[in-house]
């Protein structure tokens, strides 16, 4: 499909504890995007406060779309959702807490010209604090590493995209979604801007360092093989030392040099052992649980409601 001069737009954000904050987001919307075609879709993940409300209300605006989730279901699956009911040439994914400017939008969507399918809004600054850039940084470097996904550590949440580019996703059925590794599938051209992102204007992050650990071991464990070559690797690495301290074990006996102290040695070989066998299981473990998901068709999301004027 080739895009046209000025693209239709299609805005997803994923809204949790929002009501707040995305009617500013959506009015700012209104502003940057006047005179163009675009729609705004606002995917309620199941939040336990009005937000539902408020986008309803929002939804009385023709260019305005909301969809609500039956439960919370975690920001990707709810940012999928919303690309999947996106029916505009580019989509463009943001937060609902005012850190990423919609004056920035059309800057996204200008930048996706015949050498790029994927533009990341990069900020400036550090906005998330030491800790929460730390453990963002680390993420994307994993996401490099493990997944090779070209130009992963570029990655935000704030990007705009070709929207005919999600169909190699299309068949994803998954509850453990990252929808930075179902862009990368394509092979797309990336790219990024610099933008500055301001503080968030309501509440708190739901992001914390438990939130990002649980989600980078999702995203590994759901789209790669890399642990488990790191298990074979460690297993190799233990049975080696194994063999050696078994030789030198043989040269003490053959010598005559045998002791019967060396409790505290053998104590902690077999805690070393032991360790290595569990974080083995550990990761065989979360390659079952994958599995046993997919195998029951544990759903990406489950829409309850949907308002809808745009028609």
Request: neutral net charge; glycine residues 8%.
């Amino acid at each position: 499909m080739t895009m046209s001069v000025t693209p239709s737009i299609s805005v997803v954000i994923p809204c949790y504890r929002s009501e707040t904050s995305i009617g500013d987001v959506v009015n700012g919307l209104h502003e940057a995007l006047a005179g163009r075609d675009y729609e705004v879709i606002c995917v309620v993940d199941g939040s336990p406060d009005n937000t539902w409300s408020v986008v309803e209300s929002l939804a009385s605006h023709p260019r305005v779309r909301g969809l609500d989730l039956m439960r919370n279901y975690g920001q990707h699956n709810a940012v999928l959702a919303g690309i999947r009911a996106a029916r505009n040439e580019v989509t463009v994914t943001m937060d609902d807490d005012l850190q990423h400017s919609p004056a920035d939008v059309p800057r996204l969507v200008e930048a996706l010209d015949d050498d790029a399918d994927l533009v990341y809004a990069v900020p400036e600054g550090e906005p998330h604090g030491f800790w929460r850039g730390f453990g963002s940084r680390s993420v994307k470097r994993i996401l490099a590493r493990t997944l090779g996904a070209t130009g992963a550590r570029q990655i935000s949440a704030f990007r705009a995209f070709r929207t005919e580019i999600r169909s190699s996703f299309d068949s994803v059925r998954d509850a453990f979604v990252s929808i930075d590794v179902l862009l990368s599938w394509t092979g797309s051209r990336v790219r990024s801007i610099p933008v500055e992102m301001a503080e968030r204007g309501a509440g708190e992050s739901n992001y914390t360092f438990r939130t990002l650990l649980r989600h980078t071991v999702n995203m590994v464990t759901g789209y790669s093989s890399a642990p488990l070559r790191v298990v074979t690797i460690v297993g190799f690495v233990t049975a080696l030392l194994g063999l050696v301290l078994f030789i030198y074990v043989l040269v003490l006996f053959f010598s005559g040099r045998t002791q019967v102290a060396g409790f505290t040695t053998i104590a902690a070989m077999v805690a070393m052992f032991s360790g290595v066998q569990l974080f083995a299981l550990g990761i065989l473990g979360e390659y079952i649980g994958r599995l046993h998901s997919r195998s029951i068709s544990r759903p990406s999301y489950v829409i309850r409601r949907e308002v809808d004027h745009i028609g």
